[in-house]
């Protein structure tokens, strides 16, 4: 091969040029493209800064902040083009800015090195992401609870072991989700604010020796702070795996629900229909309408968790401070990123189109001897002990059973028969009074529900404000 001089930006102490396999390998312009916004940003705060410093001149400066606005216009119309030989996002913003405005361009990346301009590019992208998961989550949130107002009245069977346990609203289940997602949410916010720290100024991973003003970059890009150790600012990925671990968390809570989604279109549980919209058909079975949008949902959750193991073996055993490998954190970030959202955005149009067959969920809530608990506390409640109750109830089930007999239908002599402490209030005992007893903080019972809703609204208010 002959000799000569690498064209690379970082290319003078090199004698050959990389090879075109090298230079496929090491680029990551094919996916950090899309952190353009968030690198012009960071290279723009980064400039105002040197001139307001006096390290580079006013007239450089609004060279490169002009520059910068051209550059970000052609990528955004999609006619800027990018090569591969300039490795990454940065290189490739940074050459064609010295292309077009010369000697300025070459001064942007005093103080600075693609260590801390990379940490901040994925903190402000992260920071962002982090915005907009919050919005859709509160989004849904309002979506779930407006649903559940709109079943305040359906019933239908709880379930232990997907067994029927004890009957419940249906709203008290679907409030159960919107706290789930209340707590996803937080685990959002609390990402950011451990995220929204500027990295930028830290240079390669001492910091720089020039007279930066950290804090005022730091302010220019809205951040609350700047990192104090500047290796560990270079170094450390760790909001991105909190970022992937509140991703992972939000898509199990949203995989329970579509398994129950799923489940409740059965025949065998026949709890809802699915809209037309949101449900699809078999290429061979002329009769089937499939859920697959739920199961999608359920099944998209394992890149999530894919993900979140994929930053913590990357970040595992990585001397300090920068390492080549931090280049592997963005495609797993961009794929979570665009799951969550994708996959909040079709649970949020989805839900709220499911019908319930709102008398065959109460018919069920009713089989089963699902107000077996009923009877025993009622004993309970006769001064029996609850052991004795339980046991008291536990025959009467079986005597039903026998008899091809609900509770309901059983006659005061026949419940005397196996406990004397039955009396006649005990034929009392329905789905309406099994709810409303159950008024305890936390509880199914119609006005608990509701005042749970009222609170869950409240925050959600309190929150968006
Ligand atoms: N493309 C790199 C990354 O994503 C940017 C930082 C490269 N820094 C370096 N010293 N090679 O991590």
Not at 201 to 222: E, H, M, P, Q
Not at 305 to 322: F, S, W
Not at 416 to 422: D, R, S, V
């Amino acid at each position: 091969m002959p000799k000569k001089k690498s064209d690379k930006l970082w290319g003078a102490r090199f004698e050959h040029d990389a090879d075109s396999l090298t230079d496929q390998y090491n680029a990551s312009i094919s996916f950090d493209i899309r952190l353009y916004r968030e690198d012009i940003a960071g290279s723009k705060a980064h400039a105002t800064m040197l001139a307001r410093q006096n390290i580079i001149t006013t007239q450089d400066r609004d060279l490169i902040l002009n520059g910068l606005a051209e550059i970000e216009q052609e990528i955004a119309e999609g006619r800027f083009i990018f090569s591969v030989e300039r490795e990454d996002i940065h290189l490739n913003i940074e050459a064609a800015l010295t292309e077009r405005i010369g000697d300025a361009g070459r001064r942007l990346h005093t103080a600075r090195s693609r260590n801390d301009q990379i940490a901040t590019d994925i903190r402000l992208f992260v920071r962002d992401a982090c915005d907009s998961v919050i919005t859709s989550l509160r989004s849904f949130r309002s979506i779930l609870l407006k649903l559940a107002e709109k079943e305040s009245a359906t019933v239908m069977p709880g379930y232990t072991h997907l067994q029927r346990a004890q009957p419940i609203l249906l709203s008290h289940h679907l409030q159960a989700y919107e706290a789930m997602f209340a707590r996803d949410t937080e685990r959002f916010v609390q990402t950011r604010t451990r995220t929204n720290q500027s990295p930028l100024g830290t240079g390669a991973l001492a910091g720089v020796s020039f007279k930066i003003d950290r804090a005022l970059s730091a302010n220019l890009l809205g951040f609350d702070g700047v990192i104090e150790n500047s290796i560990d600012a270079v170094s450390d990925r760790d909001f991105v795996f909190d970022f992937h671990s509140a991703c992972a968390l939000s898509m199990i809570h949203i995989s329970r629900l579509s398994e129950e989604l799923i489940l409740w279109a059965s025949a065998e549980f026949g709890f809802l229909n699915l809209d037309d919209r949101f449900s699809t058909g078999s290429s061979i079975m002329p009769q089937k309408k499939n859920p697959d949008l739920a199961e999608l949902a359920r099944g998209k959750s394992a890149r999530t968790i894919g993900n979140l193991v994929q930053i913590m073996t990357l970040l595992k055993g990585q001397p300090l401070a920068y390492n080549k490998d931090m280049q592997e954190d963005k495609e797993a970030l961009f794929d979570s990123v665009d799951t969550v959202l994708d996959t909040i955005n079709i649970m949020s149009a989805m839900l709220p189109s499911c019908s319930f067959n709102r008398q065959h969920m109460k018919t069920a809530a009713e089989a089963n001897f699902s107000l077996a608990t009923d009877y025993a506390d009622y004993l309970t409640k006769k001064n029996v002990p609850f052991r004795e109750a339980h046991s008291a109830v536990g025959s009467l089930v079986s005597f039903c059973e026998k008899e091809n007999k609900t509770l309901a239908e059983l006659t005061l002599e026949e419940l005397q028969n196996i406990h004397p402490a039955f009396d006649k209030g005990a034929l009392e005992i329905t789905i309406e009074s099994a709810l409303n007893a159950r008024a305890v903080n936390g509880g199914t019972a119609p006005q608990t529900v509701k005042k749970a809703r009222k609170a869950a609204q409240s925050r959600l208010n309190e929150e968006t404000k």
